[in-house]
């Protein structure tokens, strides 16, 4: 009977294996191949007009130097960072918002959420294109409306004082459901009780949500937040589309900057040691970020 069991084991194990192996070999070939030639490559001079420097590590660290003195990166990182703090702080402002107003069970908000989740599922490109309409000052309704009523309608997208903030409007509006739709579901899931408690103790509306809601929402607060700060770091259709980066260099961020430097002028070696530079700086905000906020708590 033992033999058996192990015989039978040992052939599921195997089938497990045979199942996972196409899998693992993509995940290598499509993600673990090119990561670490990324890597490598930020170790040379890889220039595309110069197919020898494709090998050379004369001078691993070259790049890595030159990023500590180029004003122009220190410049994107700045605009990185100003762009993740915004963009994620306002959608989970607004999806806390929308999903406190939301939280109950009824046919028509039902349907209501459905509207909220068109902006997360339209592709970026098509996003970038709408938010173009919206900001090109000749076929904006909203610019249009605004000059019929003797208001001030600037193209953001052109203003070095409102360009990063268009940017940060359209991604809020594209990516605020994500947060929305998380902490909905944290919010259906909270058990009923400490709050009938608290209402029996006669507390108000705000203690309730500031001493009972908010800190049973923390685990979902801490994902969503995590999950939305890696995508901004990877922010690329929307200023691609709308500013290219500018005016100047107001809305290029790291990530951009990277692309510049590899497709534009084809320094794919620094481009490469920017992009390893992102990603650790990446890795180490989260694993802050969790050390900080979720060090009390379990996230599941």
């Given at each position: 009977m033992n033999g058996r069991v192990k015989s039978f084991a040992i052939i599921r194990r195997r089938a497990f294996q045979t199942g996972v192996f196409p899998s693992v070999i993509v995940l290598v070939v499509v993600t673990i191949l090119p990561a670490l030639y990324l890597l490598v490559t930020a170790f040379t001079p890889l220039n595309l007009t110069r197919p020898?420097?494709?090998?050379?590590?004369?001078m691993p660290f070259n790049n890595f130097s030159l990023l500590i003195n180029d004003a122009r990166f220190l410049n994107s990182v700045w605009v990185q960072f100003k762009l993740s703090l915004f963009t994620v702080t306002l959608q989970l402002l607004a999806g806390l918002a929308i999903a406190l107003l939301l939280n109950k069970r009824s046919r028509f908000l039902e349907a209501?959420?459905?509207?909220?989740?068109?902006?997360?599922?339209?592709p970026p490109i098509v996003v970038a294109i709408i938010w173009k309409v919206l900001y090109t000052p000749d076929?904006?309704?909203?610019l249009w409306a605004l000059r019929s009523m003797n208001l001030p309608a600037p193209s953001a997208i052109t203003d070095p004082d409102l360009a990063l903030w268009a940017i940060i409007l359209a991604d809020v509006w594209e990516w605020f459901p994500f947060t929305m739709l998380m902490l909905l579901a944290a919010l259906q899931m909270m058990p009923e009780e400490p709050i009938e408690a608290a209402k029996v103790d006669g507390a108000t509306a705000w203690q309730i949500f500031l001493y009972i809601i908010l800190p049973l929402l923390r685990p979902a607060l801490l994902v969503s937040g995590l999950f939305r700060l890696i995508d901004s770091i990877k922010a690329f259709p929307l200023i691609y589309i709308l500013t290219d980066g500018g005016p100047g260099t107001v809305t290029e961020v790291t990530n951009y900057y990277a692309f510049i430097q590899a497709f534009n002028f084809s320094y794919l070696g620094f481009s490469s040691s920017i992009t390893v530079v992102m990603v650790g700086a990446t890795f180490?905000?989260?694993?802050?970020?969790?050390?900080?906020v979720g060090e009390r708590v379990e996230i599941e």
């Open positions: 020898e420097t494709a090998w050379d590590f004369s209501c959420r459905t509207v909220f989740l068109v902006p997360m599922v339209l076929i904006s309704p909203i180490l905000l989260s694993w802050w970020i969790i050390k900080l």
